[in-house]
Structures are given as structure tokens and as C-alpha cells.
């Protein structure tokens, strides 16, 4: 050693190995992917903050953390390899994080495994959250990871961290951690950001970031509010130009903003507008996916910022168009004769809609869902519409009642990804409920109405890639894969070792000549469905007049003075009388 220089101290490894986990299909594989189509931010968040450990040296100079993240959706996660890495260094953990309640069967799956091999376990997320957050004991499922020895994190990690860590690396972690009623600041938090191979994983490579956490609606059905909380907290513009920067230095400028309602965050504005400064006078290429309510038109300026920032897409909680259902679950928010005003501004500005819609109100039916849809594809022009089941999420209010007042709901929380039915509707059967789902794709998505969406896309200006895109990933990921489309991915993965706790390993002579099956069917329903909507996206752009284009879903909104829509007219018995509300007609027939 050369004379004056600093003593080297040698480093003993401490691996953490995050994973956000998937869930099952209806044959017990993991629903996996090539490429996934949605990023985990949860994952972001925990790797940054235990990113920010381990260059603080947390465990000591003589301790180098290691840490490695995975997103299943996206990855084959090498779980002897983990085992033996983390049995090779004397210590260290895997964290299942993020984990939601129908990812929760897969989450205590890895649990058993790495258990027993004696790996400490960790597993934190909505599910956990969720749970403890609304009832007053712990469920069985809760309970069984207890018991096999894996600890229980609930709530946020901002400034807990260090403690935990150095609980786990000390073998003194408690079995439950629970921060749920003390939810920490966002002003100059740790960023979320995930390692570029990591990020590369997800189409189109966009990262995720929250700008705010916490929201104040009371959405029944919801399960954020009870988990970070009805006050909403933020990040400053100096964060997320931060966050951007961070990503931005690994060429990662798309990103999907995780904000359950980005436009309630108080600090949009000074957001945005550093985000065009860093598009229009730096040049970064950054696009945007945010969420937002069905009022975001009525802030002044708020589309136009939103456009000019690099937002393309943005997803809306439409949920329903009667008011009735959409009171009965306290989402008293969404005002019906604002969503044809709504919509228009998103159009004008080039942004390309998602809305999400709830089926299984306790007023639907069959004949009322249908009719719904056919209103909504006549006067609205949404780009794409999603369904979900109404489905009691733990951790909302709807499942604490189901659950405190005895009423039976589906014990298998795989189900619980809003594409199965998980309790008793009061008018529908759960058959009748199921094929009410799968007929509303179909509704929706006719050759018909797909021909409508593109030339109004055509008339406005929209990108027609984008959009034709759009509808085919919607339209085939539920009919053809069989799974939401915010579930879905590229190119589909089912590795024969990798299936659901108590369902048997198939034999390899009868898996893989099966899954090659399984395989080229997929595939060529995929290409059928790409080339038929190809031809009418064509099609559309044959025609000379494809930008003068209207229908009655295009023509401008009437004002607030007009007479009812015939859109509103239709509800205007079920419409409250609250501020702003039309004044009420007799409804139609």
C-alpha cells in the first residue's frame, strides 16, 4: 500500500432483489410477457429509495448493497439463482413489492418457495395495504404469510427506509410494519427511477413516476384513498424536472404519470410548464401518459399546458354515463353534461382518449348496458373505451362492507384484476354478468364503430398508427389472450415450472406440443385482427374527404345555455340537483 493513501476496506455483499410479481391465467401460468405494456412504479420508488441507501452506506462501509429489480410481467424470474446469491453472501432479502390483491396468490407462491430455502421475505403493496388499512384483523391470506415467516410492510417507505433496512440486515424485523397513519411529505422525496435494462423491458420503453400521492374523492370502489390517504401531497417542479433529468441521462424520456388524478395535484401547473421548457428549449423528447378526471377541462389552461408538455394519451375515470350508478358509488364528481365538453378539448388539443367504464352497477342490466354503449359510441367521441367488473377491491370501502356484513365474495384473489366477477350482482347472474362483459367488447369494437374512431381521428388529426394501435391491442387482448388490456403484453410467455400453488407440473411430451398449439393460434387470430383493421384504417385514409368528417358525436358542444343533448336528455330524470346540473327534462323512453 502506497504511503498516505486511504485503507481500502473490503466489502461483504448484501443483496436485495426486488420483485413486482404477476398474477395467474385461468390455467395457473403467470401471465408473462416479452415486453409488458404497463411500468411499476412502485418498483421505481422502492429500488430509489434503497438506491439512496446503499450509496449512503447505510449498513456500514464494510456492507455493499446490491440491489436488482424485476418486473414479472416482463421477466422469468431466476428463483434458484436468487436463492443462491443470497445463501452464497450470508444475508440479504427478497422484497415482493407493489403487490395488488389479484397478484397476491403468486406474491405467497414465491413466498413458500424462497422460505423454504430460508430467505427472508418481504411483501408490501395495495393487497397488504389495503387490508389493514380497512378491517380490523388480519385476513387468513395475511395470516399464512405470517406464518411462513415473511414479513408484512404497509404504507409508504420515505423516510423509513434506513430503520427497515437495518432491521432486516440485523435479523430484528418486526412481522408487520405499518406506516399507514403517518404518510410522509413529497417535497424533495427520493426519485423513482428504475435501472434502463429494467426500463427497456416495458413497449416503448416509459418509466413512471408519481407527482402526488393521495386523492380527495370518495370513490367507493376505490382503493388509493384508504391506502395514501384522502390528503393529497406533491412533488415540486424541481422534483420532477429531477426525476426527468435522471431518466433523461439513460435516454428514458417517456413516462406514464401515475397520478390517480393528475389534475387535482396543485403543483400541475408549475410542473408543466417546466417540462415544455425542457421540451421546447432543451429539446428533450419527453411524452406523457396521464390520468385525470371528467372536470380537467374547467381549469384554464390545463389541456393546452398538458399538450404542449408531451402528454399524447391520457386515461379518464369516465366509469359510467348514468348518474344513478355513479352516485350509488359516491363518485358524485363526474357531472354526464360536461363529458361531451370534455372530450372535444382533448380532441382539439390532439390528445388521444382512454376511458375506463365500470359494468355491474347495481341498476344494470343487459338491456341497459347495451343501450349505454350505443350512446356513448353515437355522442361521445372517445377513442377508447375499457371495461372493468365493478369488483370489491380490499382496501375499499365496497369490500369492507361486503366483508363486515357476512355477504359472500369469490375467496380467490386472483380474480380480483376487474376482469372477473367477484360477487353477487342483485339483478344479473354471474353468467349473465360474465357474457355482459364479453359482449361489450365486441359492442364496442365493431368493424362499424372501429371505421367511426379512425375517421374521427382522421378529421382531427390524431395519429392514425397511434390509434388504429390502440384499438387493436383493446379490441384482441381480452378476446384473444384472454386477459384485460391492461393486463396484457408481447409475445406471451407460459414457462411449464412456473404455475399456481397445487395445480400440477404438465408432463413436457404434453406441455410443449400444447403450448406450440396454443402459441400459433394466438398468433394468427393476431394477425387476422391486424390486417382487418388495417384495411380500414386504409380505407379511411382513401377517402378524399377523410378531413371534413363529422358525425353527431363531433359537433361542437351546445353550451351551457343550449338545450339538453339528447345524450343528457336520456339520464335527465337520475341527473341530482346539484350546482351547474342542467335543468331537468322528462327522460326518454
Known amino acids: ?198 426500463v427497456t423491458r416495458v413497449a416503448g420503453h416509459y418509466a413512471s413516476f408519481d407527482a402526488g400521492r393521495g386523492c380527495p374523492f370518495q370513490c367507493s370502489f376505490c382503493t388509493i384513498i384508504n391506502v395514501q390517504g384522502r390528503k393529497s401531497r406533491y412533488r415540486t417542479a424541481d422534483d420532477i424536472e429531477g426525476i426527468v433529468r435522471a431518466n433523461a441521462k439513460q435516454d428514458i424520456t417517456r413516462f406514464f404519470i401515475t397520478d390517480d388524478n393528475y389534475a387535482r395535484n396543485k403543483n400541475w401547473e408549475p410542473i408543466l410548464d417546466r417540462l415544455i421548457e425542457l421540451r421546447e428549449k432543451e429539446g428533450f423528447k419527453i411524452r406523457l401518459l396521464l390520468q385525470v378526471d371528467t372536470l380537467c377541462h374547467k381549469i384554464p389552461g390545463f389541456i393546452e399546458k398538458a399538450a404542449r408538455a408531451g402528454c399524447t394519451a391520457v386515461f379518464i375515470g369516465l366509469e359510467n354515463i348514468n348518474p344513478q350508478s355513479l352516485a350509488g358509488a359516491k363518485k358524485r364528481q363526474n357531472k354526464i353534461w360536461e363529458y361531451q365538453e370534455m372530450f372535444h378539448a382533448w380532441r382539439k388539443a390532439k390528445v388521444m382518449t382512454f376511458a375506463g367504464y365500470i359494468l355491474g352497477f347495481p341498476t344494470d342490466t343487459p338491456e341497459s348496458i347495451a343501450r349505454d354503449i350505443e350512446i356513448i359510441k353515437k355522442e361521445l367521441p372517445v377513442d377508447i373505451l375499457e371495461f372493468f367488473y365493478l369488483t370489491p377491491l380490499p382496501g375499499s370501502e365496497d369490500h369492507k362492507v361486503l366483508h363486515m356484513k357476512g355477504i359472500p365474495v369469490d375467496p380467490d384473489l386472483n380474480k380480483y384484476d376487474l376482469e372477473h366477477a367477484c360477487t353477487a350482482h342483485p339483478i344479473m347472474s354471474k353468467e349473465t354478468w360474465e357474457q355482459v362483459y364479453r359482449d361489450a367488447w365486441t359492442r364496442y369494437y365493431s368493424d362499424e364503430h372501429v371505421e367511426t374512431i379512425m375517421r374521427r381521428a382522421a378529421a382531427t388529426g390524431l395519429n392514425k398508427t397511434k390509434v388504429i394501435d390502440g384499438i387493436t391491442l383493446f379490441s384482441g387482448s381480452s378476446r384473444i389472450e384472454g386477459v384485460h388490456p391492461l393486463q396484457f403484453g408481447f409475445v406471451r410467455r407460459k414457462i411449464r415450472t412456473q404455475r399456481r400453488y397445487g395445480l400440477p407440473i404438465v408432463n413436457p411430451l404434453i406441455f410443449y406440443p400444447w403450448r406450440a398449439y396454443d402459441f400459433t393460434r394466438t398468433a394468427v387470430r393476431w394477425i387476422k385482427l391486424v390486417r382487418k383493421y388495417r384495411a380500414i384504417m386504409k380505407k379511411v385514409y382513401a377517402d378524399p374527404d377523410v378531413t371534413s368528417y363529422t358525425d353527431h358525436a363531433m359537433d361542437p358542444p351546445a353550451g351551457h345555455n343550449a338545450p339538453m343533448s339528447d345524450f343528457v336528455k336520456a339520464y335527465a330524470d337520475k341527473i341530482p340537483q346539484t350546482h351547474g346540473a342542467p335543468v331537468r327534462e322528462s327522460a326518454l323512453g
Open 1 to 198: 500500500m502506497v504511503a498516505g493513501e486511504p485503507q481500502r476496506v473490503s466489502q461483504r455483499p448484501y443483496p436485495i432483489v426486488l420483485i413486482k410479481p404477476s398474477h395467474y391465467d385461468s390455467d395457473g401460468y403467470v401471465i408473462q410477457w416479452w415486453r409488458s405494456t404497463i411500468p411499476s412504479n412502485s418498483l421505481a420508488s422502492v429500488y430509489g429509495l434503497l438506491r439512496e441507501c446503499a450509496d449512503a452506506q447505510v449498513l456500514g462501509p464494510d456492507t455493499a448493497i446490491e440491489i436488482d429489480a424485476y418486473d414479472e410481467c416482463n421477466t422469468v424470474i431466476d428463483i434458484k439463482g436468487i436463492v443462491r446469491r443470497i445463501q452464497k453472501a450470508g444475508g440479504g432479502f427478497v422484497a415482493l413489492v407493489g403487490v395488488q390483491s389479484n397478484q397476491y396468490p403468486r406474491a405467497l407462491d414465491l413466498t413458500r418457495i424462497f422460505r423454504k430455502q430460508n430467505i427472508p421475505v418481504v411483501i408490501g403493496g395495495f393487497h397488504v395495504s389495503g387490508v389493514i388499512s380497512m378491517l380490523p384483523k388480519l385476513t387468513p391470506e395475511l395470516q399464512e404469510a405470517l406464518d411462513l415467516g415473511a414479513v408484512l410492510y404497509a404504507g409508504e417507505s420515505e423516510g423509513r427506509m434506513v430503520e427497515f433496512l437495518r432491521d432486516m440486515a440485523s435479523g430484528q424485523a418486526k412481522p408487520i410494519y405499518n406506516h399507514l397513519k403517518d404518510t410522509p411529505d413529497m417535497t424533495a422525496a427520493t426519485f423513482p427511477v428504475l435501472p434502463r435494462k429494467v
